[in-house]
């Protein structure tokens, strides 16, 4: 009797604590659409002051390149490398073109340049707009009449969302070079095989339009991501640094569940 | 930083990536190939199509000239319809002959025009009147088997 | 409401969710003058300044500036209104990517069209008042504690505001800084004809410069006056705070059960 009257409470404990976790999930969502709404409605600002915009894009983007174009370089040779080990076998390592193009124009490029722009501008603009709020910076630009959404967070915002499609076809275009390098010039898979199978293969609408449209997307989920993470972070240091984690966490939960998403819409009939 | 330089890489930045997803495009993927400026539908009905998928390159000569636009079921014929997108720029003969073919023994398979003799061409939505079907490879094996087997049978 | 007062705030209630901070307070400010708001740690002060500058609305009550009932403004006269106030935080809050001469010329750059040179020769004034026209070129990450709040004060008082608010002014201030501060208050205010609300529990500076003082304890207003008034006030908790005494109407413990209660019934609650 006392056991039962133990394990409905355990259950009763564990269905709240779920509950919990769900209603909190939902307001968070919540205000994070609410935020999203505040942010396009305070992008006035980073249009019509271009350089405010333009000094994040250099953040965001610029400071990104490098890692960006090392990352990429190495998997397209990596791909180059493990792309002919396995079409040799067949007899068709002159496809080696068509298999590097491919992963990384639709899936690699925009999903790795997306997670690595993440822990690298991600965090770093959930540091800032945070590290700005634990010092009371946001606070006291409220009170200077200057919306701190148009004048701090818009920018960062849009500057993420511009860089990210850059990225993503720098880092897909570097690969394609590092598969090149390693397939024609030091393994010598034949040099017209290779980029005229590549381009008969890889269609511009379907393959590469595509994932410039996921790194467009990825961008503004990376980029919302680090914003929302970094105005809500609680004003402390520890608050800073577990939202930093958090940016870095729920990016690559959402660039992973986004691709998920939509690849299966646009190669469906493909 | 000055505003100058920074304005400065981030302009080298913008131009690099632009410039990297034109070489996706024009080097990478086929848009200056294969997208053609202007399109005219054409459509063929075959009885089987074997593998043929949407996106398939249309070629005559073994120029490609369009893409298969549209595969679908006609209910009351029991036939395949498909649509084909043709460049503008090509007219084909209205005794043209529309082949389904495959790329090398197990490669992809295409439609492939023969242009026939006559004098009135074929225009938008017309439907190509002579075609054949796929070769599916399990058929032929089969037919193949069942004649060798009664090539031996007459033979006794 | 009369004109003198240029702030008014009547039985104002706020709470941070289901926890009450402010309780039915009302107080006047007169225009012109430096007021104080003293109380010990958390009894609301900042809400209190808070609720005035708008960032936060009231559960009830109202709060008029200059004849405007700021809970009511939508978010454009809002920021009019505080086009007109300055702020000073508790740790400055100055702009860490910049240099303290953008920081004194921010709001100037933001809110109008002036041409550069009148915004320097403006930034340097401002600065030179608070006797730090010779850093303008640090970066704020260079300046000393009480440096940084002179810089933040100059830049609360950029556009000339009509109402200065400090923000724990002395908090980890060393002496001399303090000093200075507090002196600066008072000529600032003087100076710019404005009127200044500063909220601190710096008891012994307060009295030097201010022109009236409302002690808060619980959300409530508990005592106010001159500062002679209060320095010869018979009331228990102004008594406390004043002479500093560690036990009083503020009591040292936070409420327990008593000590021998406690320790003895220790083996019952361990139990748990």
Known sequence: MAGDSRATGRIATMLGSIGHRVTDG??????????????????????????????????????????????????????GMQGYETLQRYGSADALGVLVALSLVRELGPVV????????????ITAEIG???????????????????????????????????????????????????????????????????????VDFRYDVWSGIVKSFVFGIAVSLIAVFEGYDALPTAEGVSSSIKSTVVKSALAILALDFVLTSFMFREA | MSRKLLDLWVGVFVVLGMAAMLFLALKVGNLSAANFAETYPLRANFVNIGGLKVRAPV????????????????????????????????????????????????GEQY?????????????????????????????????????????????? | MSAENLVEISSLDFAYEDRPILDGISLRIPRGKVVAIMGGSGCGKTTLLRLIGGQLKPSRGEVLVDGQSVPHLDEEEL???????????????????????????YQMREHTDLPEELIRDMVLMKLNAVGLRGAHGLMPAELSGGMARRVALARAIALDPMLIMYDEPFAGL?????????????????????????????????????????????????ALGTPDE????????????????????????????????????SAAHGGR
Request: charged share 15%; proline share 3%; aromatic share 10%.
């Open chain 3, 230 to 265: 209060i320095r010869a006030s018979q009331h228990p908790f102004v008594h406390q705070f004043v002479f500093a005494e560690a036990d009083g109407p503020v009591p040292f413990h936070y409420p327990a059960v008593p000590l021998a209660h406690e320790l003895l019934g």
């Open chain 1, 113 to 124: 340049a997306a997670l690595l722009f993440a822990s690298r501008a991600g965090s770093s």
């Open chain 3, 79 to 105: 920021y009019a209104l505080r086009r007109r106030m300055g702020m000073l935080f508790q740790f400055g809050a100055l702009f860490t990517d910049i240099s303290v001469f953008d920081n004194v010329a």
């Open chain 1, 26 to 79: 939902l307001i968070r969502l919540g205000f994070a659409t609410r935020f999203f709404l505040m942010i396009l409605l305070g992008s006035g600002q980073s249009f019509r002051r271009l350089h405010l915009t333009i000094r994040e894009i250099y953040f965001a983007g610029f400071q990104s390149l490098l890692i960006i174009l090392v990352s990429g370089l190495f998997i397209g040779m990596v791909l």
């Open chain 3, 174 to 222: 060393d002496p001399i800084s303090l000093g200075i501060i507090g002196q600066l208050i008072r000529r600032l205010n003087d100076a710019l004809g404005a009127t200044t609300i500063m909220v601190t529990h710096d008891i012994q500076e307060s009295l030097l410069i201010v022109d009236y003082i409302y002690f808060m304890s619980d959300g409530k207003v508990v």
């Open chain 2, 111 to 156: 439609i492939g025009l023969d242009p026939g003799g006559d004098e009135v061409m074929l225009k938008a939505s017309d439907v190509i009147a002579k075609t054949q079907s796929a070769v599916v490879l399990e058929k032929l094996i089969s037919q193949f088997m069942f004649n060798k087997a009664s090539e031996g049978q007459s033979d006794k």
């Open chain 1, 131 to 201: 590290l700005m709020k634990a010092t009371e910076q946001l606070t006291a630009m409220d009170m200077m009449a200057v919306n701190p959404i148009a004048r701090v967070v818009a920018p960062r915002f849009w500057g993420g969302v511009i860089s990210m499609p850059l990225l993503a076809a720098l880092f897909s275009a570097t690969g394609i070079l590092g598969g090149y390098l390693i397939g024609v010039v030091f393994i010598g898979v034949d040099e017209g095989a290779f980029w005229s199978q590549m381009q008969a293969s």
């Open chain 2, 59 to 106: 070629k005559s000569a073994g120029v490609v000239v369009g893409r298969v636009a549209e595969i679908h079921f006609d209910p009351e014929s029991y036939e395949a319809v498909v649509t084909l997108n043709i460049d503008g720029r090509y007219r084909f003969p209205k005794d043209t002959f529309a082949l389904i073919l495959t790329a090398g023994l197990l």
